[in-house]
T-cell receptor, first 112, second 115 residues
Framework: DQQVKQNSPSLSVQEGRISILNCDYT??????FLWYKKYPAEGPTFLIS?????DKNEDGRFTVFLNKSAKHLSLHIVPSQPGDSAVYFC???????????FGKGITLSVRP | GAGVSQSPSNKVTEKGKDVELRCDPI?????LYWYRQSLGQGLEFLIY????????KSGLPSDRFSAERTGGSVSTLTIQRTQQEDSAVYLC?????????????FGSGTRLTVV
């Protein structure tokens, strides 16, 4: 049973446009959500996070939105750049346990 | 070191053989995690070490898998009698005791291929 779901395996956007990456979760105990970025042959690197007490967190070109009632979060990248092309993983954890549960990832391609 | 180091970076083994994968965490990081990523799948939790506490082994897929962490530093993941379904990228991550989840630092992984 997948507790963190990234239903779209890939996304292609034009440079300069907005990229919207979606993630859904089923476990109501999750209260901390993160996005990781992964390039080929490298480990995932932390990108941005959000606590369940917030509905938005912004860091430069990256914004994460959380809709707790829908158990849905999204990552917005604007403007998208070719260097953003990578696999993006959504992850979640419960406060009492920092073990992360990851989604399958989405491959973002930003076209020049 | 500056980052999490994993070795080997690639390993090809014959079905039925045992393999050992090594992880050197960042110095001072007390928490260490093993995950694996099979083809087309997300990162699957395997095992978690925190200081001197008993490890959380809840993610180990079978009793062929085991891990140890010596001296609170280096960790070895051992897979006995490897099967083709064990083929995956095995990722290690470490974290400071007081770090939040964003404090995870991952290594580059070991790509295991069982033939």
């Amino acid at each position: 049973d997948q507790q963190v779901k990234q239903n779209s395996p890939s996304l292609s956007v034009q440079e300069g446009r907005i990229s919207i990456l979606n993630c859904d979760y089923t476990n109501s105990m999750f209260d901390y959500f993160l996005w990781y970025k992964k390039y080929p042959a490298e480990g995932p690197t932390f990108l941005i996070s959000i606590s369940s007490i917030k509905d938005k967190n912004e860091d430069g070109r990256f914004t994460v939105f959380l809709n707790k009632s829908a158990k849905h979060l999204s990552l917005h990248i604007v403007p998208s750049q070719p260097g953003d092309s990578a696999v993006y993983f959504c992850a979640a954890s419960a406060l009492a346990n920092s073990k992360l549960t990851f989604g399958k990832g989405i491959t973002l391609s930003v076209r020049p | 070191g500056a980052g999490v180091s994993q070795s080997p970076s690639n390993k090809v083994t014959e079905k039925g053989k045992d393999v050992e994968l090594r992880c050197d965490p960042i110095s001072g990081h007390t928490a260490l995690y093993w995950y694996r990523q099979s083809l087309g799948q997300g990162l699957e939790f395997l095992i978690y070490f925190q200081g001197n506490s008993a490890p959380d082994k809840s993610g180990l897929p079978s009793d062929r898998f085991s891990a140890e962490r010596t001296g609170g530093s280096v960790s070895t993941l051992t897979i006995q009698r490897t099967q083709q379904e064990d083929s995956a990228v095995y990722l290690c991550a470490s974290r400071r005791a007081t770090g939040g989840a964003e404090g995870y630092t991952f290594g580059s992984g070991t790509r295991l291929t069982v033939v």
